[in-house]
């Protein structure tokens, strides 16, 4: 159980183009997801948090405009690199889970991690 | 803020023998939890072991196992018996209470070798 699927795996496109990548819960609910980047070699680092039907919330220092996240579903969220450049070639990664509220003692509620994307901008 | 530190970027062991993974972090917070996360070469993150901090009792699960030292800030992890299939990066990872907000530390890439 609890299986979060990314599509696609890898994405070429081209300078000033702008790509949309899929985040799915396959057997459970999603309450919130979350999207992450990771550059080579190096950490995790969160972009935004999205709650179905809300507006997501964005990081300090990550572009709203650039980095569009729609949570439309209960088990569906969308990244969309708008106008992407080559220095926003990466690895998203998108992470989901379930529960009614925010962890805290004793309640603790497991982010599911997807496979990930490797976004290549030429 | 808080931060996450790894200070060994790659660690090798020999099969079935026990290798210790070291996390050091610092926060002003008192309630929080710690993670271990498994990224093998797959990429995709699995959650290997986590620890309250209001917990005294060391996490264990199967071969992983923590000493969470909380005065000191510091949250290793010890894999026994190591296998092949441990191999991967190992993120550290803090998260306070009333929060979704995973920190994590820039990974420790360990070799298990036959």
């Known amino acids: 159980g609890a299986v979060v699927s990314q599509h696609p795996s890898w994405v070429i496109c081209k300078s000033g183009t702008s790509v949309k990548i899929e985040c799915r819960s396959l057997d459970f609910q999603a309450t919130t997801m979350f999207w992450y980047r990771q550059f080579p070699k190096q950490s995790l680092m969160l972009m935004a948090t999205s709650n179905e039907g809300s507006k997501a919330t964005y990081e300090q220092g990550v572009e709203k405009d650039k980095f569009l996240i729609n949570h439309a579903s209960l088990t569906l969220s969308t990244l969309t690199v708008t106008s992407a450049h080559p220095e926003d070639s990466s690895f998203y990664i998108c992470?989901?889970?379930?529960?009614?509220?925010?962890?805290?003692?004793?309640?603790?509620?497991?982010?599911?991690f997807g496979p990930g994307t490797r976004l290549t901008v030429t | 803020a808080q931060t996450v530190t790894q200070s060994q970027p790659e660690m090798s062991v020999q099969e079935a023998e026990t290798v210790t993974l070291s996390c050091t972090y610092d926060t002003s917070e008192n309630n929080y939890y710690l993670f271990w996360y498994k990224q093998p070469p797959s990429r995709q993150m699995i959650l290997v072991i986590r620890?309250?901090?209001?917990?005294?009792q060391n996490a264990t699960e199967n071969r992983f196992s923590v000493n969470f030292q909380k005065a000191a800030k510091s949250f290793s992890l010890k894999i026994s018996d190591s296998q092949l299939g441990d191999t991967a990066m190992y993120f550290c990872?803090?998260?306070?209470?009333?929060?979704?907000?995973?920190?994590f530390g820039t990974g420790t890439r360990l070799q298990v070798f036959p």
């Open positions: 990872a803090f998260m306070k209470y009333n929060t979704d907000k995973l920190i």
């Open positions: 620890q309250e901090a209001y917990k005294q």
């Open positions: 992470s989901a889970r379930t529960g009614p509220g925010l962890a805290g003692l004793g309640a603790f509620y497991e982010q599911y």
